[in-house]
């Protein structure tokens, strides 16, 4: 298997399920600026492994990776899979 050019954003169904819910409650503009962000931060997350530093956020003990997403609602957890150079959405908080 050949790996993407560059680093790729997947999700949980839990965290997709989430996502969804924003979208259904008429705040598409919420649900866009979120699946921006986590596109930006794929692309932080590669290029700050490929640099040798450490990926964005917070890390939490169970390996888990916290990300606010400025000026939003919106809290994301994520995994780096490096082998499948992907950012792996594993929890949304809503508060909304």
């Known amino acids: 298997m050949s790996l993407p050019p560059r680093w790729t954003v997947a999700a949980s169904e839990h965290a997709a399920d989430t996502l969804q819910a924003v979208l259904k409650s008429g705040d598409e503009r919420l649900y866009r600026a979120v699946l921006l962000f986590l596109r930006g931060a794929a692309l932080e997350l590669g290029s700050a492994l490929a640099a040798g ?44």
């Open 53 to 96: 530093h450490r990926p964005p956020g917070l890390r939490l003990d169970d390996g888990r990776i916290a990300l606010d997403v400025p000026r939003e609602p919106v809290v994301v957890y994520y995994l780096a899979d490096t082998a499948r150079r992907e950012l792996f959405v594993t929890d949304v908080i809503w508060l909304g």
